[in-house]
């Protein structure tokens, strides 16, 4: 197995198992991140994510699969199963993960899924009607961030 590939399994693996510290470590220390909700740069803000993410997350399940990597990029696909902390609604999101490598570490983790689909289920009636609006994606980016800010300093991270 592709030394990239065996890291990206023991990424994938560590968040199945909820082991955020695993996780942080398969970044360097200036890698970025990138979804429909957060734009991150430095391992310090990532790892903060997803420790978040996981303790919010008390129901969370993960499968990966499709794992493809050379010595510079790679791909995954994951699916999540959650129930939203903001409004407990239930939530199965898809992603498509795309990454680079450098020093046998992630440098750039983007996650792409259907934001659409996603507010629908975690925000119920409000995504179903502006999921489809910028509107709506800069509100959840904002509230985003500004949770993942509050929790760095409540956690002193």
């Known amino acids: 197995m592709h030394?990239?590939?065996q890291l990206i399994h023991k990424f994938y693996e560590a968040f199945a198992q909820k082991d955020f510290?695993?996780?942080s470590e398969c970044y360097l220390s200036e890698a970025t991140f990138k979804d429909?909700?957060?734009d991150l740069k430095g391992g310090k803000q990532i790892?903060?994510?997803?420790?978040?993410?996981i303790e919010r997350g008390t129901d969370l399940g993960i499968e990966f699969s499709d794992i493809q990597v050379n010595n510079s990029i790679g791909k995954a696909h994951w699916e999540a199963w959650y129930?939203?902390?903001?409004?407990?609604?239930?939530?199965?999101?898809i992603i498509d993960a795309h990454f680079t490598f450098k020093e046998g570490k992630i440098f750039n983790h983007r996650d792409s899924f259907n934001f659409y689909r996603w507010s629908s289920?975690?925000?119920g009636i409000t995504g179903k009607l502006?999921?489809?609006?910028?509107?709506?994606?800069?509100?959840?980016?904002?509230t985003a961030m500004?949770?993942?800010?509050?929790?760095m300093a409540r956690k002193e991270l």
Do not use: D
Request: glycine share 8%; hydrophobic share 40%.
């Open 47 to 53: 790892a903060a994510m997803w420790r978040m993410l």
């Open 36 to 38: 429909e909700a957060f």
């Open 21 to 23: 510290n695993t996780m």
């Open 3 to 5: 030394e990239n590939e």
């Open 83 to 93: 129930t939203f902390s903001s409004t407990g609604n239930k939530v199965h999101n």
């Open 121 to 123: 289920q975690a925000l």
């Open 146 to 151: 500004s949770g993942l800010e509050n929790y």
């Open 130 to 142: 502006l999921g489809w609006t910028g509107f709506l994606h800069q509100k959840v980016r904002a």
